[in-house]
């Protein structure tokens, strides 16, 4: 371990494959001239990685990066202290070293020229600018879902990945599940005909407290950095880290925690990663009934957007399910295609009209997925071979913008035609306006 200390800062991953140029292609992270004479990677060509936001998602994510051999993490960054002190204790007793840097502000991070890659994990209403200083900054990216917190912000995040050509990996990890590639394939392969409707079932429910008293935020949080371009909303321990998804200002409730996965999904069986709906109508967008001044999900919503030909999607939350919904009580996506023969994937399993469908084999000249089933490691293979990640940047816009397009129809009550060529509302043209958020202060969206 005192070897790989001493070389971790000689030469990052990104100089080194660009000084040797190395012809390279997945499924091998890194190619036989990059390793030690061990046969192992060797310390100086490790894909140097960064992680911003440490808590919750990135527990998991790191965790994953970090026992890949070819990785280092080198860099993390958080505006809770206490956490921070965590996360570092982990990646330390992990390399057995005290190398990793620690930083509370992202910008420090990405400026450093050590880090090839970074992980992104932070609350929702952060994505988007930590992103598009990472693009300009050059390094690869792996950001959690939804992409960004609103549509406009997606689409800056969008232009500035394709300007600077890194690899962007959007974390809708059911895309490298086999399940659910299972049953996108039977769809996009046409084993149910022409597709005529989708369901998508997100969670039930939101959250309720009441709170008498907002008190000062602790001193190891910097609470305005937290809010950072959001509006300002006073602190409460209930309302950050994990609750922060309850509060629209820095998440979208259960709809948009699960938009950028079953909804994803719904994109991905139908091909539509670079394209949207025609036209969105919202239903439903009910309060919670309790009492609750801390909070403002929903706990119910329910919106259909219509795509070319014809294909109704309705998203709702599981108890808004119809009657036909193949398992009560599961959330998942489901398929309906031509002469009633349909396919429902969820995490919990797959399920078709007919187990013939389920058990056909795929044509030689049929579509297929890339069988890597570690959505971290589908992130790092492209990392080195400069290919397009199982769930890049654009599917990620546009699996989002389903739950923003939604989320705007249902708080007007009515619905609009969007062109999804120009990412335009066509019939009211006033609310393209806000698709995109103000932000507050100083931080800016240079889209």
């Given at each position: 371990m005192?070897?790989?200390?001493?070389?971790?800062?000689?030469?990052?991953?990104?100089?080194?494959?660009?000084?040797?140029?190395?012809?390279?292609?997945?499924?091998?992270?890194?190619?036989?001239?990059?390793?030690?004479a061990d046969g192992k990677t060797a310390p100086s060509n490790k894909i140097h990685i960064g992680v911003v936001g440490t808590g919750g998602q990135a527990g998991g994510l790191t965790e994953n990066a970090i026992k890949h051999e070819?990785?280092?993490?080198?860099?993390?960054?958080?505006?809770?202290?206490?956490?921070?002190?965590?996360?570092?204790?982990?990646?330390?007793?992990?390399?057995?070293?005290?190398?990793c840097a620690t930083h509370h502000d992202f910008r420090e991070l990405l400026a450093r020229d050590d880090i090839d890659a970074v992980i992104i994990a932070t609350p929702d209403h952060?994505?988007?600018?930590?992103c598009i200083e990472a693009a300009r900054r050059g390094k690869d990216i792996y950001c959690e879902?939804?992409?960004?917190?609103?549509?406009?912000?997606?689409?800056a995040v969008v232009k500035a990945v394709e300007a600077s050509n890194v690899v962007f990996q959007v974390g809708s990890m059911q895309r490298s599940n086999p399940n659910f590639k299972r049953g996108c394939e039977l769809v996009r392969n046409g084993y149910i005909g022409h597709v005529e409707d989708i369901y998508v079932s997100l969670p039930d429910y939101g959250n309720a407290i009441w709170v008498d008293e907002f008190p000062a935020p602790p001193a190891e949080l910097d609470y305005d950095m937290y809010v950072g371009p959001a509006e300002w909303a006073p602190y409460h321990p209930e309302r950050c880290h994990w609750n922060w998804r309850w509060w629209l200002g820095f998440g979208g409730g259960q709809m948009m925690d699960w938009i950028g996965h079953h909804g994803d999904i719904a994109h991905m069986?139908?091909?539509?990663?670079?394209?949207?709906?025609?036209?969105?109508?919202?239903?439903?967008?009910?309060?919670?009934?309790?009492?609750?001044?801390?909070?403002?999900?929903?706990?119910?919503?329910?919106?259909?957007?219509?795509?070319?030909?014809?294909?109704?999607?309705?998203?709702?939350?599981?108890?808004?399910?119809?009657?036909?919904?193949?398992?009560?009580?599961?959330?998942?996506?489901?398929?309906?295609g031509s002469r009633g023969r349909w396919v429902w994937v969820d995490r919990s399993g797959i399920k078709a009209s007919d187990d013939k469908i389920l058990n056909m084999e795929l044509g030689k000249r049929d579509f297929r997925f890339r069988e890597e089933n570690n959505?971290?490691?589908?992130?790092?293979?492209?990392?080195?071979?400069?290919?397009?990640?199982?769930?890049?940047?654009?599917?990620?816009?546009?699996?989002?913008?389903?739950?923003?397009?939604?989320?705007?129809?249902?708080?007007?009550?009515?619905?609009?035609?969007?062109?999804?060529?120009?990412?335009?509302?066509?019939?009211?043209?006033?609310?393209?306006?806000?698709?995109?958020?103000?932000?507050?202060?100083?931080?800016?969206?240079?889209?």
């Open positions: 005192d070897n790989e200390k001493e070389n971790i800062m000689t030469m990052s991953r990104r100089k080194f494959i660009g000084g040797v140029g190395v012809a390279m292609a997945a499924p091998y992270i890194i190619p036989s001239v990059a390793m030690g070819n990785t280092r993490i080198v860099a993390l960054c958080d505006v809770d202290q206490n956490r921070l002190n965590e996360a570092k204790k982990k990646v330390d007793d992990y390399y057995g070293d005290t190398a952060w994505h988007a600018l930590v879902k939804p992409l960004t917190w609103s549509l406009g912000e997606g689409k069986g139908m091909d539509w990663d670079n394209t949207g709906p025609k036209e969105v109508e919202g239903i439903r967008w009910d309060p919670v009934k309790e009492r609750n001044n801390l909070y403002n999900a929903p706990a119910r919503y329910m919106f259909t957007s219509t795509y070319k030909g014809g294909v109704k999607l309705t998203v709702a939350n599981n108890s808004d399910m119809p009657d036909f919904w193949p398992s009560p009580g599961e959330l998942g996506t489901l398929f309906r959505h971290v490691t589908d992130w790092l293979n492209c990392i080195v071979s400069r290919e397009k990640t199982i769930a890049p940047v654009n599917a990620g816009h546009r699996s989002a913008s389903i739950g923003h397009l939604g989320k705007l129809a249902c708080t007007l009550g009515g619905s609009f035609k969007w062109d999804a060529k120009k990412e335009e509302i066509t019939d009211n043209e006033a609310l393209n306006g806000i698709l995109t958020r103000k932000y507050r202060g100083d931080w800016t969206l240079e889209a």
